[in-house]
């Protein structure tokens, strides 16, 4: 495989911009479970499997069950999510896949009745957020570390 670009030598300052926006919502209300559930699902969807690897692993640091991140992608067909993660999740969703129909006005009335602006506004960045590091991890094929 061809080496690609490093976005973080290429172009530091904007990494440097994305990586402190990271930091900056880590201390949002959301809390370390929610957060990794939205990067996790967003991976999924992406085909990220740099992201998918690094955010899974921390899920399961944090305390995620390995249950819950292997049902994750069937987050609908089972109770194991809660209703607030299951908002969380539809509207994750729903950014990742802006092009299909947006986010729907019954998905972000769910999510706004579950937790206010503020809190939503929290969710549609954290799924922008990952997506756009999916997007550079996919586009120059970061690698998976070997475990092991």
Request: net charge neutral; proline share 3%; hydrophobic share 50%.
């Amino acid at each position: 495989m061809e080496k690609r670009v490093n976005i973080e030598a290429a172009l530091p300052t904007v990494w440097k911009a994305m990586y402190n926006l990271s930091i900056s919502m880590a201390k949002t209300s959301l809390t370390p479970v929610q957060q990794e559930l939205i990067k996790v699902r967003v991976s999924q969807i992406n085909g990220c499997a740099f992201c998918l690897d690094m955010h899974s692993k921390e899920a399961l640091r944090i305390g995620e069950t390995p249950q819950r991140l292997l049902l994750l992608n069937a987050w609908r067909e089972t109770d194991l999510f809660t209703a607030e993660e299951k908002a969380i999740l539809a509207v994750a969703e729903e950014v990742t896949l802006i092009h299909q129909h947006g986010v729907s006005d019954a998905t972000y009335q769910q999510a706004a009745q579950l937790f206010g602006p503020e809190v939503v506004a929290q969710i549609i960045v954290a799924a922008v957020l990952i997506n756009t590091w999916n997007r550079i991890a996919v586009s120059t094929q970061l690698p998976v570390a070997k475990a092991a």
